[in-house]
């Protein structure tokens, strides 16, 4: 497994701002990637953060209101552009250790983001 | 298309009950790997298990124990003699292979499982 921490924990934030969290891990990993959790519901990939080049996004998530950062093998951030209350939810980054089976990714704390 | 199916949304069981709690899952590939994490209140995901899909063996660990059938597509978590501190939320995903050899998992729903003492 890995420690991973995120910044910050928690915040509540005004819509029209933006809030980057941080995700660092322990020791180096292959993979890192940032899910969302809507209240209530379950984990959405919203991309992978790649090392030195643009992260890859999935369906329904662009770059301009979710820019990731990922400038080595332990650091990624993930910023969430001109908020709205939908933006309201847990975002949690994930890692893993190697870029081939079995996939296993193991999961920061979570931030947890309200926004008003 | 791939999706994970958890019917069970809330379960609540009386302390040392046994549970289960089911897990059908659907995609074309012929190898993929399953897995459970558990969210309690705290809210950090906490792996489970792992289960390719070359191993129908069953697992146990403690009170924990895994049923994997290829033939049903599912992929079920029992406690035996459930703790309060089991009460949490489980979620099971399945890894979807992309182009670039990424993992990347597609969760189910969640079950919300409470334990009452």
């Known amino acids: 497994s890995a420690v991973i921490s995120q910044k910050p924990s928690r915040d509540i934030c005004q819509r029209g701002t933006s809030l980057t969290i941080q995700c660092q891990v322990d020791?180096?990993?292959?993979?890192m990637f940032w899910y969302r959790q809507q209240p209530g519901q379950s984990l959405t990939l919203i991309a992978t953060?790649?090392?030195?080049?643009?992260?890859?996004?999935e369906s329904g998530f662009v770059i301009d209101k979710f820019p990731i950062s990922r400038p080595n093998l332990t650091f990624s951030t993930l910023t969430v552009s001109n908020m709205s209350p939908e933006d309201s939810s847990i975002y949690l980054c994930?890692?893993?250790?190697?870029?081939?089976?079995?996939?296993?990714?193991?999961f920061g704390p979570g931030t947890r983001l309200t926004v008003t | 298309a791939q999706k994970v199916t958890q019917a069970q949304t809330e379960i609540s069981v009386v302390e040392k009950e046994d549970v289960t709690l089911d897990c059908v899952y659907e995609?074309?590939?012929?190898?993929?790997?399953l897995f459970w994490y558990k969210q309690p209140p705290s809210g950090e995901l906490v792996f489970l298990i792992r289960?390719?899909?070359?191993?129908?063996q069953n697992e146990i660990s403690g009170r924990y124990s895994w049923n994997f059938q290829k033939s049903t597509s599912s992929f079920n978590f029992t406690i035996t003699a459930s703790q309060v501190v089991d009460s949490a939320v489980y979620f099971c995903?399945?890894?979807?292979?992309?182009?670039?050899?990424?993992?990347?998992?597609?969760f189910g729903q969640g079950t919300t499982l409470q334990v009452k003492p």
């Open positions: 020791s180096q990993v292959t993979m």
């Open positions: 289960r390719n899909s070359f191993d129908e």
């Open positions: 994930s890692v893993a250790r190697v870029q081939g089976p079995p996939y296993e990714q193991y």
């Open positions: 995903a399945l890894s979807v292979i992309g182009s670039s050899n990424t993992g990347k998992l597609i």
């Open positions: 953060a790649n090392q030195g080049s643009e992260a890859t996004y």
């Open positions: 995609t074309r590939d012929t190898t993929y790997y």
